[in-house]
């Protein structure tokens, strides 16, 4: 009985799974704080400046990070959210719930350094390039599934049309992101690229990964945190609930 | 043969009801009861596989109806609350239509004299639109005479009919039960039928 | 395929009833067209610069005007509820009312796009590539957006939520439709445009007809 399937199965129980991801959620959140420490450190200390672009390109350790986590998290949500739909498990389905909002804050935060980026680069706060735009059409497709989940009464429907929803949107991420690219390169001429960073040195890259990992474990720890909340939301009923808050 | 076993439903977070069972067999009816809210439609919509239970099963002639849809559809007529015809067309053409969706033919013969029996003589070429909510509720109901069926699934089907009417319905179910069929039903008015078993939520 | 064709001339028949609302997405289209000349100046090579983007936005706005009317009328009287009871395919019910859709909500806006690219400025060549890609991409627009119209249904918010959820799928259609006209007044052939565009349609059609059936399914329960 001691088989690893038979005690994840346990954990998909709201009730067994909320006192773990209590204890699990502060060691994420020292994970992320170290991790930042550790990258920013190399970010803007030990990473050597460079040659065309000086120190503003610094900001790269967050903009490329907080690029690949908000796609990261995309698939986690659209993957916890047709694991709900297939198997009809309710926390997997509050799991893509919890990780959206911190989805869309990281796709935000990219295009936020990535305008902070574009400014004293090219002389321009927007850009229309294939990333950006990318990022842009991510960050509605985020704030699609959290409109369209806040506006269902019913908690099952919600959960479920969102799930259809981040499936549905995962498979046209390709799709959106090879067309964008195509776009861009039909209409070059006029734009800037933010893709021609700077060659990666070495350290520039163990600096980014820092990040992404420090992102990652933050993003991780939000979630659970959530997800905590959106158990006692949902299963207000249960006695061990009643319990749990006294 | 309809059974089911071991319903639970919820609605929202409400627990509406667990570890319900019954079984219809031919010639025999149900009448769902309770207070208002107390999931008799929802009881309704899981044995016709509108709503998923969150436990249990429903088998039609012992093969769920997950496994068997076409088959359990095919022997089913459900009218529910709405009144399921589109103002824009006349009655015929909604008597028509319906069954056409359904994949069965209907001789406009068939669907006149059905109307006629439902009481809505010469009104057959209006559009629904201005008919009262009371001869709507009576062109849903010559579905009842249109649309062969085993198992009729009826929610509230006297609702806003006259005494004569209410009686006439209460004929044709019985006229249906003795040809071998089944109903479910839920009414807050006295069902004018003999026996029956009940089920209250 | 029956149970399609019968979806699909139920559609139409109640369509022609009803009568207001081919004309009303027409009349949109026509309007919202206007609006960019007026917005951005008479200039005539700027509006022949413009003219494929703005016809493809207006064209993907007055699709977006007749989804939530999609199912929304049939799942307030109770009609959607007995589609699905039907033992014929639901999937193909839900083909068949999206082919009406398109037939009411897309086509006449691809016979009256040659019109409005003429006061654009546009080619007989152009016009012609632009009449051919709508046809390709107003069905994808169509074919989307009734997934959408299912999610949404019945929910708060309709109309914008619905347009919120869907114009971001859209825009794949939306750079290739236009894009392929550019291409041809660049005199780089419209034909890769074109066919992505085919392999979209194809895609959709086979994916969204039954992506919608699942959100119909979720928004009956």
């Known amino acids: ?40 450190w190399i970010g803007f200390f030990v990473a050597p400046t460079d040659a065309q672009q000086g120190e503003g390109y610094r900001i ?3 903009h490329v990070p907080a690029s690949w986590m908000s796609m990261v998290i995309y698939c986690a949500m659209a993957f916890w959210a047709a694991v709900g739909l297939a198997f009809n498990t309710r926390l997997s389905a509050m799991m893509a719930t919890a990780l959206a909002p911190t989805g869309a804050l990281f796709a935000f935060l990219s295009l936020l350094t990535g ?25 509605f497709l985020y704030l699609g599934f959290m409109a369209l989940q806040a506006a269902i009464d019913d908690p099952r429907r919600a959960d479920r049309a969102g799930a259809v929803l981040a499936i549905v949107g995962v498979v046209n991420v390709p799709i959106i992101y090879f067309s964008v690219k195509w776009w861009n390169t039909l209409h070059q001429g006029a734009s800037v690229s933010l893709t021609r960073s700077p060659s990666m040195a070495q350290t520039m890259l163990w600096g980014m990964l820092l990040m992404a990992l420090a992102f990652w474990a933050y993003a991780i720890a939000m979630a659970l945190a959530r997800v905590r909340n959106i158990i006692l939301e949902r299963e207000s009923n249960a006695d061990w609930v009643k319990d749990a808050l006294e | 043969m309809l059974s089911a076993t071991h319903l639970a439903c919820s609605r929202g977070e409400r627990l509406l009801f667990k570890d319900l069972s019954l079984s219809l067999a031919p010639g025999a009816w149900l009448q769902v009861s ?36 076409e088959t359990y559809q095919h022997a089913l007529l459900y009218l529910g609350h709405h009144a399921a ?7 015929l053409e909604n008597l028509r239509l319906g069954n056409e969706l359904d994949g069965l033919p209907l001789a406009d013969a068939d669907a006149l004299a059905a109307l006629q029996r439902l009481g809505l003589h010469g009104r057959g070429n209006l559009p629904t639109r201005w008919l009262s909510a009371g001869q709507k509720r009576r062109v849903l109901l010559a579905r009842l005479l249109v649309r062969p069926a085993t198992l009729w699934v009826l929610d509230e089907p006297f609702a806003a009919l006259d005494t004569a009417a209410v009686a006439l ?33 | 395929m029956r149970a399609l064709f019968i979806a699909m001339r139920r559609d139409l028949l109640l369509a022609a009833r009803r009568r207001s609302e081919v004309v009303t997405a027409l009349f949109f289209f026509m309007v919202v067209v206007t609006l960019f000349p007026l917005g951005i100046g008479p200039e005539p090579e700027l509006l022949r610069r413009v003219a494929p983007g703005v016809l493809w936005v207006a064209a993907l ?69 632009t009449v051919i890609a709508l046809l390709i991409g107003t069905p994808v627009l169509s074919l989307i957006g009734a997934v959408g119209a299912a999610l949404t249904l019945g929910v708060r918010g309709g109309g914008a939520l619905l347009a919120l959820l869907v114009l971001p799928l859209y825009i794949p259609t ?46 009956l329960e």
């Not at chain 1, 902070?116 to 990318?134: E, F, I, Q």
């Not at chain 2, 207070?35 to 088998?59: Q, S």
């Not at chain 3, 007749?66 to 999937?91: I, K, N």
Request: aromatic share 8%.
């Open chain 2, 34 to 69: 309770g207070t208002n809210g107390a999931g008799k439609t929802t009881l309704l919509r899981t044995l016709v596989g509108l709503c998923a239970p969150d436990h249990g099963e429903v088998c039609w002639n012992g093969v769920p109806i997950t496994n068997a849809a």
């Open chain 3, 174 to 219: 939306l750079i290739f439709g236009a894009g392929a006209v550019e291409a041809y007044t660049a005199g780089l052939g419209a034909g890769p445009q074109l066919s992505i565009l085919g392999a979209l349609l194809a895609i959709t059609l086979f994916f969204a007809p039954w992506a919608a059936t699942v959100a119909l399914r979720i928004a």
């Open chain 1, 1 to 40: 009985m001691n088989n690893p399937a038979s005690t994840l199965w346990k954990y998909a129980s709201p009730a067994t799974f909320y006192p773990l991801a209590g204890r699990l959620m502060p060691l994420f959140a020292w994970a992320a704080v170290l991790l930042s420490v550790a990258g920013l």
């Open chain 2, 85 to 91: 015809v589109k103002d824009e067309l006349t009655p």
């Open chain 1, 60 to 62: 790269i350790f967050l």
């Open chain 2, 169 to 201: 319905v209460g004929s044709l179910i019985a006229a249906h039960l003795a040809a071998g069929g089944m109903a479910i039903l839920t009414s807050h008015q006295p069902v004018p039928l003999p026996g029956g078993a009940e089920v209250v939520l």
């Open chain 3, 61 to 129: 706005l007055a699709t977006l005007l007749g989804l939530p009317r999609l199912f929304a009328a049939d799942h307030a009287d109770g009609t959607l509820e007995q589609m699905l009871l039907s033992p014929q395919s639901f999937v193909l019910l839900v083909a068949g009312k999206i082919a009406a859709h398109w037939l009411l909500c897309g086509l006449p806006l691809v016979l009256l796009a040659p019109l409005l690219g003429l006061q654009f400025g546009l080619d007989a060549g152009a016009l012609q590539i």
């Open chain 1, 115 to 139: 305008s902070l980026w574009g400014k004293p680069m090219w002389g321009a706060w927007w850009v229309w390039d294939a990333r950006l735009t990318s990022e842009l059409i991510l960050l």
